[in-house]
């Protein structure tokens, strides 16, 4: 499988690694080596088995069979102290970080600053703001890290991993939230520790990332390590040893015939959030928004919603007015919104794949308060197959789910309830290239039958390909507009970094068309 | 376990279906397990205790924790606690006996009032959880200290009797089937089908796995809560009835402190408090684990005093078990 010469200098090398959990097979065998100083990137679709592999070499899992080495030692990594002790940190997947602490109190978790056996505030807000700052990252040590949103807590979860000061960089999908400038600050990040040695095990489904930031790419499917290339083989060729096929085009939009619009928003503000923001959404239509973190996307999304109050303006479906802060009544309207945060606001981690698929339908499947539960399960294994979901049934727990497979259980509810008007924050986030594809055709599907698709993304390409119109939003307000045929990641940028300096979005957007 | 577990999948893809059921039955109902040890352990240590006539006493006696119990699962599984019910069953036994003695009110009119009295507390109970935003543990708490006062009130401290047609509740039919138990399992059958086929079941375990998930998926929370505290209310009303039925007199006093029973059934039935997991059936298992070990130990002449005791140590036994078995799985 691999044929790594066993001459260099390895930190670490893992052989014929097996894990099996109630039902499924999750490692069945794998070979890995990492060496000092480079970035090791570990691909497969979803469910291949990376997370499990790393958190096996983190301490969280213990291998059924197989040797891990470390130093050319026979290792047995029994825990997270185990892992620290040997110099390996963790950028989990889903992150391991407490919403109710603040952010300074997150990054120090377990090991705050000490002075005469108390914890040393200042000393701990000092030393927080100064990771943050390496990172690059907008946020305040003393905020509770739940109001960050999902990309700044990635940003915090790297910065927490940095200040462990480890030999090996273990990296879960860091950058499946991130825009371009935040990837950007991380890339640097990552090739200074590179060059000072540190081996980083990078995991991603952005494969235009690997040639940037990669050394060796280590290819798993369905458990097993079926290839190790070097970074710079080109993308049809890692597609192909990932999925087993080629993928014909990566983003087929199709557009359909355009209607009158579905979703009006005016002068939407909430005070020191967002303002003023006015745009369309018409019948058979994908608007894409883009914009860098923060700019305030995911909280108008939530605000048309219902999710969360405004202050001033009007959200519109299909000409009639819609309370504020009501989600149900936007529901009714026919409105649905696939929220950034699966963890946290997107899936019942505790229930099961069927449960969870059938939420949003479970309303319209009930009859005089009995669930037709024949109609939601046939309706969940329908859309669990489409979406190619990696279960060993239905019924079993979604927390086990893989991250990605996780996340297409929150789009697929969303799917199924057949909204006028989707709201899709951050929809493929760690979604494989081949299972993004299909969303992507289920989005076609619903276009072409006259709904209408709003598309917030930190993927720019995934933006540019799918969306007929761009919507770019820089602090809390839009800084303009762009048609597919003038959306280009410069343009998109340029607008996002520009900000708004007069105030109205529409002077900024030279000769694009405008409302 | 809830009853859809049990359900076999249909469709030929699921062929092992049946064969994981089983096991996820067993997984699920360590509960279950511990009761078939305590029946054996019991057998063996006292002649007396696999009879027919004291396995009716201990269904007799694990009838009112159960119906409590049951009403308490809907709202632990919600992620809430309900402190109340002992005090809301003791209030709407008060107000039947009054209603139908000194009010003379016939008798089923008085049992449609006391179920209205026990889920009117509950409604209060919802409100001011969704609406007052109070935390369950201090809502139901204020409504313990309410409806036991409101209890002693209307019975001006004392024993009001039952009127006959209502304490026949308490009897035994054709001597093998006392009606407690027959009000235990229906309420049973009750729990298990709200809680598995109707959509505010459904939408309970959503709430108590994730209120924003829910929410966010167009589930209307506080309607819902609203309904869960209801039902644990009418839930409380029966039991409080049944109780009454079967000294055929209510007492303002009655059933203090069974909330705790209620609460230790339900979590010995594998429900978590943290929310999103609880069955019909494994707190009938609870409940039943409850009234056998206080049965036992009366055989057994073990005091009062180490009785209490011994409960303790099994509810603790009980979660942890539950919490190691849910470690390693995860
Ligand atoms: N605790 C668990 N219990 C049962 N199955 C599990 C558990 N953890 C992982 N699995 C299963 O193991 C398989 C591999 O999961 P893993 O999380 O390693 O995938 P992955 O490669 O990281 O995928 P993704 O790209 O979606 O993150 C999946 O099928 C998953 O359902
Ligand atoms: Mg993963």
Redesign the pocket.
């Known amino acids: 499988m691999t044929e790594t010469s066993e001459a260099r200098g390895e930190i670490l090398r893992v052989n014929g690694l097996r894990?099996t959990?109630?039902?499924?097979?999750?490692?069945d065998g794998v070979d890995f080596d990492l060496r000092p100083g480079e970035v090791h990137v570990?691909l497969?679709?979803?469910?291949?088995?990376?997370?499990?592999?790393?958190?096996m070499l983190s301490g969280a899992?213990q291998p059924d069979d197989g040797r891990i080495m470390v130093d050319d030692r026979e290792t047995s990594i029994r825990s997270a102290q185990d892992a620290q002790r040997l110099g390996i940190a963790t950028i989990y997947?889903e992150f391991n970080l407490v919403p109710q602490l603040t952010v300074a109190e997150n990054l120090f978790l377990g090991r705050p600053p000490k002075r005469f056996g108390l914890v040393d505030k200042r000393r701990m807000t000092a030393d927080a703001r100064e990771l943050l700052d390496r990172v690059g990252v907008d946020a305040d040590p003393g905020q509770q890290i739940g109001t960050l949103g999902i990309a700044r807590m990635q940003m915090v979860e790297i910065a927490k991993a940095l200040s462990l000061d480890a030999r090996v960089l273990i990296m879960?999908?860091p950058t499946a939230v991130l825009t371009t400038t935040e990837v950007e600050k991380l890339f640097a990040i990552v090739r200074q520790l590179r060059d000072q040695g540190v081996s980083i095990v990078f995991?991603t489904?952005h494969l235009e990332e690997i040639p940037q930031i990669g050394d060796r790419v280590t290819v798993?499917r369905d458990?097993k390590s079926v290839a190790e290339v070097p970074a710079d083989t080109p993308q049809e060729e890692l597609v192909r040893l990932m999925v087993g096929r080629s993928i014909e085009q990566q983003y087929p939009r199709e557009r359909s015939s355009q209607g009158p619009p579905l979703l009006e928003v005016r002068g939407l503000t909430r005070r020191g959030v967002f303002e003023n923001v006015s745009f369309e959404v018409h019948a058979g239509e994908v608007v894409g928004i883009a914009g860098l973190v923060g700019a305030g996307r995911t909280e108008v999304a939530r605000a048309i919603f219902g999710a969360d109050g405004y202050d001033q303006g009007n959200v519109l479906v299909e000409g009639a007015r819609l309370r504020g802060g009501d989600v149900h009544a936007a529901m009714e309207a026919g409105l649905g919104l696939v929220p950034e945060d699966r963890k946290g606001q997107g899936l019942v981690l505790g229930a099961d794949v069927q449960e969870n698929l059938g939420l949003v339908t479970l309303g319209r499947a009930s009859h005089g308060g009995l669930v037709d539960r024949a109609g939601q399960r046939k309706r969940a294994a329908g859309i669990a197959e489409r979406l190619n979901v990696?279960?060993?049934g239905l019924r079993?727990?979604v927390?086990?789910?893989?991250?990605?497979?996780?996340?297409k259980v929150v789009i697929g509810k969303w799917l199924l309830a057949d909204a006028k008007v989707l709201i899709l924050d951050e929809p493929t986030r760690?979604?494989?290239v081949g299972a993004k594809v299909e969303i992507y055709q289920l989005v076609n599907s619903l276009t072409a039958s006259g709904h209408a698709v709003l598309m917030i993304s930190s993927d720019l390409p995934e933006v540019l390909g799918m969306s007929d119109r761009v919507l770019v939003m820089a602090r809390g307000r839009l800084a303009g507009e762009l048609d597919a045929a003038e959306a280009t990641q410069d343009s998109v940028m340029a607008l996002a970094v520009a900000g708004v300096e007069s105030g109205t979005a529409h002077d900024t957007v030279g000769g694009s068309n405008v409302r | 376990m809830s009853a859809d577990t049990l359900q076999k999948q249909a469709g030929p893809s699921e062929r092992n279906g049946a064969v994981r059921a089983a096991s996820r039955f067993f997984a699920e109902n360590g509960a279950l397990g511990g009761l078939v040890i305590l029946v054996v352990a019991l057998s063996l240590m006292s002649g007396s205790f696999l009879t027919v006539t004291n396995l009716l006493n201990v269904g007799v006696q694990a009838a009112v924790t159960a119906i409590l119990a049951f009403g308490v699962t809907f709202v632990i599984t919600t992620a809430g606690i309900d402190l109340s019910v002992g005090a809301v069953a003791a209030l709407s036994a008060v107000v039947c006996a009054w209603s139908a003695t000194s009010e003379g009110l016939p008798w089923p009119l008085a049992l449609v009032v006391a179920l209205g009295v026990g889920i009117l507390c509950g409604l209060v109970n919802g409100a001011l959880i969704t609406y007052g935003k109070l935390p369950p543990f201090i809502a139901t708490l204020a409504m313990q200290g309410v409806a036991r006062g409101l209890a002693l009130v209307i019975s001006q401290g004392s024993p009001i009797a039952l009127p006959n047609s209502i304490s026949h509740l308490g009897d035994t039919i054709s001597s093998y089937l006392p009606v407690p138990v027959i009000v235990m399992v229906a309420m049973g059958l009750v729990t298990a089908f709200v809680l598995a086929r109707t959509y505010s079941g459904r939408a309970m375990y959503a709430i108590g796995g994730n209120e924003e998930a829910a929410r966010l998926s167009g589930i209307k929370v506080t309607r819902q809560k609203l309904i869960t505290y209801a039902l644990a209310g009418g839930f409380a009303a029966v039991a409080g009835i049944v109780l009454a039925s079967r000294l055929a007199s209510a007492t303002p006093e009655a059933a203090s402190g069974y909330e705790l029973d209620a609460i230790a059934a339900v979590v010995i039935g594998g429900a978590s408090l943290s929310g999103g997991k609880g069955t019909a059936f494994g707190t009938f298992v609870g409940a039943l684990i409850l009234a056998m070990l206080r049965n036992g130990l009366n055989l057994l002449s073990v005091s009062s005093f180490w009785q209490q005791v011994v409960i303790g140590v099994v509810i603790a036994l009980a979660v942890l078990l539950d919490t190691l078995r849910r470690r390693s799985?995860?």
């Open positions: 894990k959990f109630p039902g499924v097979v999750a490692l570990l497969g679709e979803n469910g291949a088995g990376k997370s499990t592999l790393i958190k899992y997947q879960d999908e995991i489904h798993l458990g990696r279960m060993s079993q727990e927390r086990t789910l893989s991250g990605g497979n996780q996340q760690g979604i494989d | 799985t995860n």
